[in-house]
């Protein structure tokens, strides 16, 4: 296990726009985005392969599809993840995990993923 270091929390209007950044291992074969607001449980985000990025190995959640981008820097052995229009339902802790043996990323099961970060809050408030 690795801890994972994320990156790019903080407050945003409803609208705006936010990048989180995740330091990965090279041996970590995907690496996702949780989130966790207050009071609910911990849901998937995105997840991608960097090593298949661009075979289209990404998953998005219905919530965030066509809003959230994820990608890959695999020399910086870094993900990102942009949030676009971002709303209120948006505001939770957001974690870095990644899984090092080959997972179906579509089922974003959290006992998949063994290496964690420790979170960094997203607050989208006017």
């Known amino acids: 296990q690795v801890q994972l270091k994320e990156s790019g929390g903080g407050l945003v209007q409803p609208g705006g726009s936010l990048r989180l950044s995740c330091g990965f291992a090279k041996d970590h074969y995907a690496v996702g985005w949780f989130r966790q607001a207050p009071g609910k449980d911990r849901e998937g985000v995105a997840c991608?392969?960097?090593?298949?990025?661009?075979?289209?190995?990404?998953w998005y959640s219905t919530s965030v599809q066509g809003r959230f981008d994820i990608s890959t820097d695999t020399d910086k052995n870094t993900v990102y993840l942009q949030m676009n229009n971002l709303k209120p339902e948006d505001t939770a802790v957001y974690y870095c995990?990644?899984?090092?043996?080959?997972?179906?990323?579509?089922?974003?099961?959290?006992?998949?993923?063994?290496?964690w970060g420790q979170g960094t809050q997203v607050t989208v408030s006017s």
């Open positions: 991608i392969v960097p090593s298949e990025a661009n075979l289209g190995s990404i």
């Open positions: 995990a990644a899984a090092d043996t080959i997972i179906r990323i579509a089922n974003m099961y959290r006992d998949d993923f063994t290496s």
